[in-house]
């Protein structure tokens, strides 16, 4: 049975590890690989479906199934935002050292009062009779009959239950903030950085339909501080053909150094290259969500790749997610009266009135309304758009390539195959469900 210290709207774990509001995905199951022989049975749990708005509003879960506990990850950030117990009995609980729930000492109404105090009168559930009892980034659940409801009002201690009927706690929820109804992932603590550099956002630097570069958000940590005041932002912008040196200053020394021992996209040149000893190798920062290819024979930069992420993908929890933005140019149709890409309303209400000016410009000039079939508009791509959305807008070039990701040593791909499709210098790697997995920018011949 797990023994763990609980600490209000930060964290639930043990003298060796803990589970940290704010810490990404990949962190707690690194946790969890680490403890393989104490955690046991543990499920993830995500929404599959090609519908935009229903896979990102679902949380991505990580279920301790026999430990009772249940993580919940932001499905946009991927970031912790609620640890729930929702089996009291299978772990033992203490707070500032006490067990308030073990086997010996059960967590009733009573217990929860006397080790952590007075908070505000609970909050009752008719529908569902569950009394909730919160304290900040804190959270009890008990199962009340609603006959005692007229009481709560009065305070826990006013509670009067039979002998041995009192409340037990059925479920505890560790957050951030006030609201447990709406909780939200806080910024990843300096504790789960581990002077790191990660990853704010990124823009893909594009110039007439070619790719230039990158710019990069950046934070990480002084090394020395827990607290959130030590995080340290800066920006930082690679383009193609920088020198590996130039990418290290620029981004830090990578997490792994890869060499590709076979090129099997090859056989879809027409110049395919003979043998040779040389091999391109990437820079690979998992943090970051981005691969750097730099070419044998130069040691430059020519290839980038940014990693969605996203469930049930081959590499899914290799990397973190990367937040990209990726402005692309496509010609405006007359009766595009709707938004390219799906996007925040913020920016989409933005861009709405950008089409009203326009609009209000052509019906003051009918010799523009010719123009207005082939004018070139940008938008911008994110890492949560879907291919349905932006496949319909733009022409890729050619079918799909399937990319099935098997080798001599991996001769099976339990996620399935994924789509690779070619639009000016960019590949989309698209999933099943529609969602894009990766894009890859390469350096065209005409910009190199």
């Avoid at 969605?308 to 899914?316: E, L």
């Avoid at 933005?350 to 508009?377: Q, S, T």
Wanted: aromatic share 10%; charged share 25%.
């Amino acid at each position: 049975m797990l023994e763990l210290e609980v600490y209000p709207e930060q964290s639930l774990g043990s003298e060796k590890w803990e589970f940290v509001l704010g810490m990404h995905f990949s962190q707690a199951v690194a946790i969890i690989q680490h403890q393989v022989g104490t955690i046991r049975g543990v499920h993830v749990l995500y929404s599959d479906t090609c519908f935009l708005q229903t896979s990102l509003e679902t949380d991505l879960v990580l279920n301790l199934s026999q430990d009772g506990i249940q993580l919940f990850f932001d499905p946009l950030c991927q970031r912790l935002k609620v640890i729930e117990v929702y089996n009291m009995k299978a772990v033992k609980l203490k707070y500032c050292g006490i067990t308030f729930s073990s086997p010996e000492v059960i967590p009733s109404i009573e217990q929860i009062d006397h080790s952590f105090g007075a908070t505000h009168p609970g909050v009752y559930d008719f529908e569902r009779q569950i009394l909730a009892i919160n304290f900040p980034g804190l959270s009890f659940f008990f199962a009340v009959d609603q006959k005692y409801q007229s009481t709560l009002n009065k305070g826990l201690g006013s509670l009067l239950f039979p002998t041995g009927a009192s409340p037990i706690v059925s479920k505890m929820l560790v957050y951030s903030g006030n609201n447990p109804s709406d909780p939200r992932p806080p910024p990843m603590p300096a504790s789960c950085i581990h002077n790191l550099i990660h990853l704010d956002s990124l823009l893909v630097l594009r110039d007439c339909g070619k790719t230039r570069g990158l710019r990069l958000n950046l934070f990480t940590d002084d090394g020395r501080s827990r607290h959130h005041e030590s995080r340290h932002t800066f920006m930082r912008t690679i383009h193609f053909g920088a020198s590996c040196q130039e990418v290290a200053v620029g981004l830090g020394a990578p997490s792994r150094v890869f060499y590709k021992s076979e090129d099997k996209m090859k056989i879809h040149n027409a110049h395919a290259r003979k043998a040779t000893t040389r091999s391109d190798f990437f820079f690979n920062y998992f943090t970051l969500g981005l691969d750097v290819l730099f070419d044998a024979k130069t040691q430059r930069a020519k290839k980038f790749v940014l990693h969605t992420n996203f469930p049930g993908h081959y590499n899914f929890n290799m990397y973190h997610r990367c937040d990209f933005e990726l402005p692309l140019t496509v010609p405006r149709q007359p009766e595009d009266a709707t938004q390219l890409i799906d996007l925040p309303s913020t920016i989409t209400e933005e861009e709405e009135e950008d089409d009203e000016d326009d609009d209000d410009d052509d019906d003051d000039d009918d010799d523009d309304d010719d123009d207005d079939i082939v004018r070139e508009k940008e938008r911008r791509v994110q890492s949560v758009t879907l291919w349905d959305t932006l496949g319909s807008r733009i022409k890729a070039r050619g079918r799909p390539v399937v990319l099935h990701r098997s080798s001599s040593t991996n001769t099976s791909n339990p996620f399935g195959s994924t789509f690779c499709y070619a639009y000016q210098d960019i590949i989309f790697e698209v999933m099943a469900n529609g969602h894009i997995a990766s894009v890859t920018l390469y350096e065209s011949e005409e910009a190199a």
